[in-house]
C-alpha cells in the first residue's frame, strides 16, 4: 500500500469538500479582493466590486433557489435581515480604506457570518439542507479510495 498515494486522495476528498461547502458572499469577498484593483485612498474599483458582488447574488440563487422564489414573491423576508446584518457588520468592522481591509482580514467575518444567516434563512424559508448527504458522500468516497488501496 502506497502510504503518499492514500493521503493525496484524501487531500483532493477534502479540497472538494472545502470547495463545496464555500460561501457565496466569503467567496465573492475574496475574490474582489484578490482580483480588483485598488485607487491610491485604497478604494476598490466599483465596477469589478459591482461583477463580484453580483456574482455573489447569482451563487446565492443557484444554491437556494426554493429561498430565492420566495424572496422574489415576498414571503422570505430572512433574507433582508441577512442583508441588514452584513451592512451593519460591514460599517461597523470597516475601515474606509477597502485595501486595508482586504489585507487586515476582519471584513471576512461579516461575509462569512453572511452566509450563515442566508443558510438558515433558507431553511426557514423551505430550502432543504443538503450539507450532510454530501459530507457523507465525501467520507463514503475517501473510505472507498482508502481501501480500494490496500
Not at 479540497?15 to 475574496?30: I, K, M
Not at 429561498?67 to 423576508?77: D, L, T, V
Request: glycine share 10%.
Amino acid at each position: 500500500m502506497d502510504f503518499s498515494r492514500i493521503m493525496f486522495g484524501l487531500f483532493v476528498v477534502l479540497l472538494f469538500a472545502g470547495v463545496s461547502f464555500a460561501g457565496c458572499a466569503s467567496d465573492a469577498y475574496r475574490k474582489t479582493c484578490s482580483s480588483c484593483t485598488f485607487d491610491q485612498y485604497g478604494k476598490v474599483d466599483s465596477s469589478c466590486s459591482s461583477g463580484y458582488k453580483s456574482s455573489g447574488t447569482a451563487c446565492v440563487s443557484t444554491s437556494y433557489p426554493i429561498m430565492a422564489g420566495k424572496y422574489a414573491a415576498g414571503q422570505c423576508p430572512a433574507v433582508d435581515a441577512c442583508a441588514s446584518e452584513l451592512s451593519s457588520c460591514t460599517a461597523r468592522y470597516g475601515t474606509g480604506n477597502d485595501s486595508e481591509d482586504c489585507r487586515e482580514g476582519s471584513m471576512s467575518v461579516c461575509y462569512s457570518a453572511a452566509d450563515s444567516c442566508v443558510r438558515n434563512a433558507a431553511v426557514k424559508c423551505g430550502e432543504a439542507q443538503c450539507g450532510t448527504p454530501v459530507a457523507m458522500i465525501l467520507v463514503a468516497l475517501a473510505g472507498a479510495l482508502f481501501f480500494s488501496r490496500k
